[in-house]
């Protein structure tokens, strides 16, 4: 067992504080010094491998600058991690479930100490503001720190509940599954990243974490901690690289015991889809955990605290530029109040300030090029399906940098089966939805594919309790944004299309990675 106090979420930092601030902008130049231009190779086996092609990440509040490369892992890179992690396998499934623990703690430890350097490099490299960056390095703590702590309910043989049964010992024990391959998203570079890896790895499985292209830099970065923490040579094999090759090539293999993915809808069906099919050679059914996209809607109804539901309105919609799975991107409006919520929430979104991530602006660049111009393709399609009341812009510019800037967007009075209502459009865009009443916005929330987050605004119970019932999501929030789950505290993961409900920081998110063996011994 490991001897610690009980988990307790990381507080986030007052950015309001001048000196907050400051340690911030520190923080950016020492990155600026240390990290930005640096090259991450793959880390296979333990060791430092380095590929002739390379992959370059750019700055999306400023395109004209390399933040850094990483290596680009060829095929024969993936078979190699494959192998090694299966060797890698033999001896850490034998480790104790609190010596694996405890190096997620140290991590911990670690990532605490360089929190403000993980911050920095995010809001250069995929152009997190100040806040953002903050919450998403103390959610990649809590997950360590929580991974820790759950593994110990699995350790030793009984530690599920049987029930004894005369002249037998009966017990369930809990055994890591083997090699698995986790293939990640770029838009939480540093928790997504990290739980993904930790998780499998603190049940005894090895894994391959193959990072998005976009934030390789703050991918190797986790790594080098975890190597730091004193992980041994094998079990988390690190190859950056491209997801239709060596990701594909992965999820084919029939080496491959589980797959772990976050991203989009698309690539998560098609890695579904890969995986079913048997492969010679291959011994197990696949274990595939997938959190894909969402089209979250948040309700406000006419009993609602108006202002704080446009608060929450903004706060969901516009983080991060809307590009959270999570974020807010149907805003379903009553008829009776419709008018005053619109109206309060474009005021109130007219005053989001763009620009870089290193300016702490509130709404940044949208990550790559290919995401600008899908964002723009709606921004075009908009005018068609409804009445642009703000932005509706890609001026692919802010404060005299080059990048991938798109104005925040409200549209209103968008119908409910258009595509402006149903396709996840990741950035900064919002489809205002006209219900007729409350049973109507209910039913406009639960029209589309997806069951990731939603909320409600209202200030009737009856409603309030109808909706936990019937709003088909895997996070509902009442009153309050429909962003930012904390770990253990509003365990993660949506239903429906949004994914397999694996519920990552929550009590039983290591189960996906372990198989359970009954054994009896008849005395
Ligand atoms: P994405 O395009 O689906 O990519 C995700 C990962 O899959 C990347 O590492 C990508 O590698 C890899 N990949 C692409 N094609 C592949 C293939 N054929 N085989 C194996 N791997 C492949 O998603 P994204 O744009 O990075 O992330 C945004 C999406 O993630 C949104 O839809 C968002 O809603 C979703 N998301 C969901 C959650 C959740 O918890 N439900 C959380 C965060 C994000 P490359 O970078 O090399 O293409
Ligand atoms: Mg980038």
């Not at 799975?325 to 979104?349: H, P, Q, T």
């Amino acid at each position: 067992m490991i001897k610690v106090q009980e988990y307790r979420p990381q507080s986030f930092t007052d950015f309001t504080k001048e000196e907050n601030v400051k340690a911030y902008q520190e923080a950016l130049t020492k990155v600026r010094k240390e990290l930005v231009g640096k090259h991450y190779p793959l880390i296979i086996d333990g060791k430092e491998v380095d590929t002739a092609e390379k992959l370059t990440s750019i700055n999306p509040c400023d395109t004209a600058e390399v933040v850094g490369t990483t290596a680009k892992a060829t095929i024969q890179d993936a078979e190699n991690a494959l192998q090694g992690a299966w060797k890698a396998f033999e001896s850490w499934k034998k480790w104790d479930m609190d010596a694996r623990a405890r190096i997620l703690l140290k991590a911990a430890a670690i990532l605490k100490r360089r929190r403000l350097e993980a911050c920095a490099l995010m809001s250069i490299e995929v152009g997190k503001n100040y806040a953002e960056a903050d919450v998403e390095v103390a959610e990649a703590i809590d997950f360590l720190e929580y991974y820790a702590r759950s593994a110990m309910k699995y350790a030793g043989f009984g530690s599920s509940e049987t029930t004894w049964f005369e002249g037998e010992e009966n017990g369930l024990m809990s055994i890591p599954l083997g090699v698995g391959v986790s293939i990640s998203p770029w838009n939480f570079p540093c928790a997504i990243f990290i739980g993904m890896a930790a998780a499998p790895i603190v049940a005894g499985n090895c894994v391959i974490v193959k990072p998005a292209e976009d934030a390789g830099l703050i991918a190797g970065f986790m790594v080098d901690i975890m190597r730091e923490a004193g992980l041994p040579a094998g079990v988390l094999q690190f190859l950056p690289g491209v997801g239709k090759e060596v990701g594909e090539y992965l999820v084919n293999h029939a080496k491959t015991r589980f797959i772990t993915f976050t991203g989009s809808r698309a690539v998560g069906l098609h890695i579904n889809e890969v995986a079913a099919k048997v492969q010679p050679g291959q011994k197990w059914i696949k274990r595939v955990v997938m959190e894909l996209g969402g089209k979250d809607g948040l309700i406000v109804d006419e009993t609602a605290d108006l202002d704080n539901a446009i608060t929450a309105a903004v706060q969901g919609a516009f983080g991060f530029n809307g590009q959270k799975c999570s974020a807010m991107s149907r805003l379903i409006v009553v008829d009776s109040v419709y008018d005053e919520v619109v109206n309060g929430f474009v005021e109130r979104a007219k005053a989001l300030k763009m620009g870089t991530g290193e300016e702490n602006a509130n709404v940044t660049a949208v990550v790559n090029e290919m995401s600008f111009n899908k964002i723009k393709s709606y921004l075009e399609l908009a005018p068609q399906e409804g009445k642009v009341l703000l932005g509706g812009e890609a001026p692919g510019e802010a404060n005299g940098k080059q990048g991938y800037y798109i104005q925040p967007t409200i549209v209103g009075d968008v119908q409910r089966d258009s595509r402006l209502a149903q396709e996840e459009i990741f950035g900064p865009v919002v489809a205002v939805l006209r219900a007729k009443d409350w049973q109507d916005a209910l039913d406009i929330a639960n029209s589309t594919e997806y069951g990731l987050t939603g909320g409600v605004c209202s200030n009737s119970r009856e409603r309030l309790e109808q909706a936990r019932a019937e709003f088909e999501v895997g996070n509902l929030y009442f009153n309050r944004k429909i962003t930012g789950a904390i770990v253990g505290v509003q365990p993660f993961g949506g239903y429906n299309m949004s994914g397999t409900d694996s519920k990552a920081g929550g009590p039983d998110y290591l189960a996906n990675f372990m198989q359970l063996k009954t054994v009896t011994e008849r005395w």
